[in-house]
């Protein structure tokens, strides 16, 4: 959760007053807070927590950024089952009623 | 053992090691603050390469760590009601309270959710208006500026079934209260780089002067570290303290002037107890005055929480830096990712869960080594 993970401005809109982005992280998809960076735009890469972007990136430290965390499984850990982990760990059954979390920027695409 | 080719430009890595090496004449210990380098640290194996001289202390960097027992009581408590919708990041499902964790009160049949940003807890309060949602707000200076958006948001959009359980945490008090102790032995410090990327570095040279240490601001990917540790092995060596950035391509002097306004309006500055620890004055944020009404700890009263912490657990000696996570008797033993005895052994980033992960198998002990 603490790390930051660098992603690529897809699309930008205005939502209930607040800037928004759909950001890409090496193929996964998410909505993200541009509020705190608002000067990106379409194209530019950001440090995301949680959410939020940060800080801007420039891009070759950000794709070195993103593969460092898919090796190290960051990826995984910040935008796959946590549920699935946690019940692993547990050495326990999922719990029943964990879907992904109903957010609707979640989408896994093809790499191509 | 670990080899230089693990790392992603080896020759940079050789060198920057080669370099290490060369300007080291003493014994020198260094903490690095964030539980984010720590497992970098232990996954490279960047402590067993550097010269013998060279400590690496790991501090206590990190959040879902250092969260008092009182409040993931108060989360466990709050999330079995059954007009509640508990929100969390995924890294809280596991973590001991007295005798249970979120993952249990799920399995139980309380409503937990796991999200990505606090912003999707706020969603989820409008989409289920007659039902309390609740977002546990933890973390560091990072994590803290997207938990006040939300909670200014939900004010802003007038979302009244909305509340935080925050437990907020401050770096640079914790760096203060490591250097005061009677046992430190630190004498330089890696700054944690994305809380600088919030937080700039006005708050380091202070420190630095008052107690004498180096303090660079450092990354988490491996090189990253290896400048950090370079530069604060040149600084000691040479007898300096200051404050440098050796992360520059995410932190600015002045960090994010937009995330500081939005803290300093949501939250305000409060003591507060570090998960094996104890109290650390000013060290952590609590909703300000203006946004009392979001308080969860507020909403639903939760008082009166007899707390239950395992009394063979020493992660706070591992939190400050005195002792090695395999140093500690229960390592691999009672304590193991699958039955956790503290948050360090749970949390990706703690230190426990690291060394179990990337150095169990090299620890003496064949019991531990034999586990899994
Ligand atoms: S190994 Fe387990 S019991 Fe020992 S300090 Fe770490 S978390 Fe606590």
Redesign the interface.
Known sequence: ????VPGRVLEIEER???RMAKVDFGGVV????L????DMRVGDYA?V????A??R??EE?AK??L??FEN?GVLE???GD??G???R?????R?S??GL???DG?EKEARP | MKYLDEF?DPVLAKRLFDDIRAITTRPWALMEV???QT??II?HGIDQLLPEEIELIHGP????CVTPLEIIDKALEIASRPDVIFCS???M??VPGSGRDL?KV??EGA?V????????AL??AQ?NPDRQVVFFGI??E??A??NA?TVY?AK??GISNFSLLVSHVRVPPAIDAIMRSPDCRVQGFLAAG?VC??MGMAEYPELAEEHGVPIVVTG??PLDILEGIRRAVRQLEAGEHTVENAYP????AEG?P??KA?LADVFEVTDRAWRGIGMIPASGWRLSPKYRAYDAEHRFSVTGIDTQESTVCRSGEVLQGFIKPNECAAFGKECT??NPLGATM?S??GACAAYYLYRRLETPDKEASSVG
């Open positions: 959760m603490c790390l930051a209930d007053a607040t998410k909505d993200v807070c509020e705190y960076v608002p440090i927590h949680v959410g939020f940060l800080q990136l420039d430290s070195q950024t593969e460092l190290l850990e910040e935008f946590a549920w982990k946690a019940a760990d547990a050495g326990a059954e719990p009623g964990t979390p109903p957010t979640v | 992603s964030c539980g984010g497992h970098s996954r960097g990190c959040p879902v990041f995924g890294d499902l596991r993952f799920k399995s409503d959710r796991v999200v990505y940003s606090p912003l999707d969603k989820i989409e973390g560091f990072t994590t500026p997207p958006m948001q802003k959009l994305h990327t919030v988490f990917e391509r995410a932190v600015q994010s937009a995330a939005m990712p699958r749970v990706s980033e």
